[in-house]
Structures are given as C-alpha cells and as structure tokens.
C-alpha cells in the first residue's frame, strides 16, 4: 500500500479545527502561532508560506516575522523573549537553517519549553527520551502517525532508522522505543547499511541522499517511512528508490505527498497543544 500522507494530513487539519472550535468556545480565544523567518531560502520561504496557509485555514491565529539575511543575533533573541512573555503566542518557531551570524544553539534554548512548536528545546528532547510528556519534533511525529496508519501493533518490530539529526533521526529512534521496537540508528559511519536495513521490518530513511534505499535493501512485507526531500534533474526524490521499494514493502510513504504534509500538520497539533498546556 502507498501511504497517502496529504490525506492523512488533511483527515487530520479537520480534526484540529474541531478541536479549535471547542477551545474557542471555552475559553474565548484561539491559539497563536509566529514563525521567524530569516533570510531568503527558498525552501524555507516554501515551507513558511504552507505553514501560515494551513494555520489560518484551521483557525490558529498565525504570523510570521520576516528579518533580512544579515540581522543580528540579538535582534532575533529580543524579539523571541518578547514572543516568550506574549499571553497571545502559544507557539513560537524559528525556521532552520539560520544564517552564520547566529547561533542555532542560542536560539532553541531561548524559547520557552512551553512555546517550543518544534520540540528542539533541550527540556522537550530530555522529556521526550525520558518517557515523560513533551513537544515531539513535527517530522518524527509525522512519521510516526503514518506509520501507525500501516500497522497499529509496532510491539517487537525492528526499526532500523537511517539518519541520527536532532532533527529527525534520535527523536524517531525514542518515539519507536516508546511503541517497543527494537531500534537500529544508522548513520554514515555504519558499516554494511544494506545489511542492517535488510534485517528491518520498519525503515526510516531521512539522510538526504537520492534514492539511496535499493529495493534489495528491503525485506519482503516491511514497512518504508521516507523522510527524504531531495531535489534532481528529474524533480523531486526522496532517499528511497521508490519504483524498486514499492513492488517490495508492505507499505511506503511517497515523495512529495508522504512525510512533508504531516510535518505540517503535526505543527499544528503542537501549537493547540501548547495552548491547552498553557491554559489548563
């Protein structure tokens, strides 16, 4: 089976809209979303315009702050503990990558946990491998809901997860474990990928490489989650040979129309998370 991401995303936005509804009736106002965006990237400029489109369309009031490539540090630090002490914005996100000048690091750890949308914050990954209750990172969790989609019993399955970012890689890797998989990270050191990758029942692939999973990486009846976005002459492919996987997998997420929709989605989800935590 293919793995419908843009349905699963849109099955989801009406859910949240439902939710957001009921929250405005109880307590008279709606949840607040400002992204920061900085610079001229254009996926990013993609990605920021989708985000803002999605929000507004659930009823999740959404701004972005636009600051030119070459802003200082403390302009954008400023601006985020003023977002930190603003009743009206539940979530706040800075859209990676961030230009030399500033420093990823500094700029995560000044969002207050509370108001941390993308789960980067030190508090939410410490929370999210502890077991405790969190802000999970957007992709993981987008990943995960589709996996779920393909199989709801992930007790004992082997995950192998290619890619061990911040990001994506370690964040799926404690979800998987939360769900008792046993979990593989790869990463570029890892000696025989294929071998590891042909022992999986479950495969994330998220490393940005071009059709890098062949279909002999893959067992028979296992599971594909491609987290890959990578751009080649012949448009858009993710880090899993498609055309060879699909004939193999039990279930494959395509690309685009797989991950990328639900990263959006599962945003949403966070920001009337934060809301509900900062309310209750």
């Not at 601006?79 to 990558?97: A, Y």
């Not at 474990?177 to 570029?188: A, F, G, P, Q």
Request: glycine share 8%; proline share 5%; aromatic share 4%.
């Amino acid at each position: 089976m293919i793995i419908d991401g843009k349905k699963t995303a849109a099955e989801l936005r009406q859910e949240l809209k439902k939710k957001i509804t009921i929250l405005k009736s109880t307590f008279n106002t709606v949840p607040g979303l400002t992204v920061i965006l900085i610079g001229e990237d254009p996926a990013s400029k993609i990605y920021v315009k989708n985000k803002e489109k999605f929000a507004k369309e659930i009823g999740i009031n959404s701004e972005v702050i636009r600051y030119p490539e070459n802003v200082e540090e403390k302009v954008v630090l400023d601006k985020i503990n003023e977002l930190n002490k603003d009743k009206k914005i539940s979530g706040i996100l800075v859209q990676l990558p961030l230009p030399k000048q500033i420093d990823k690091r500094k700029v995560i750890e000044t969002i207050l946990p509370g108001k941390d949308v993308d789960g980067f914050h030190p508090v939410n990954v410490g929370n999210l491998s502890s077991g405790y209750e969190s802000n999970i990172p957007c992709t993981p969790l987008g990943c995960y809901l589709l996996l779920k989609k393909a199989e709801k019993n992930l007790n004992g399955k082997h995950a192998v997860v290619i890619g061990r970012s911040n990001l994506n890689g370690k964040p799926m890797a404690q979800l998987l474990l939360k769900e008792n998989c046993t979990v593989t990270i790869t990463h570029s050191k890892t000696k025989d990928l294929k071998a590891e990758c042909n022992r999986a029942d479950i495969i994330i692939a998220a490393v940005g490489r071009p059709k890098l999973v062949k279909g002999d990486w893959v067992k028979k009846g296992a599971i594909v989650i491609d987290v890959g976005i990578n751009k080649t002459d012949k448009g858009i492919v993710g880090d899993v040979d498609f055309d060879q996987v699909s004939k193999i997998a039990k279930a494959i997420t395509p690309v685009p129309g797989g991950v990328g929709p639900m990263t959006i989605a599962c945003l949403l989800n966070n920001t009337i998370e934060c809301f509900k935590k900062s309310n209750s």
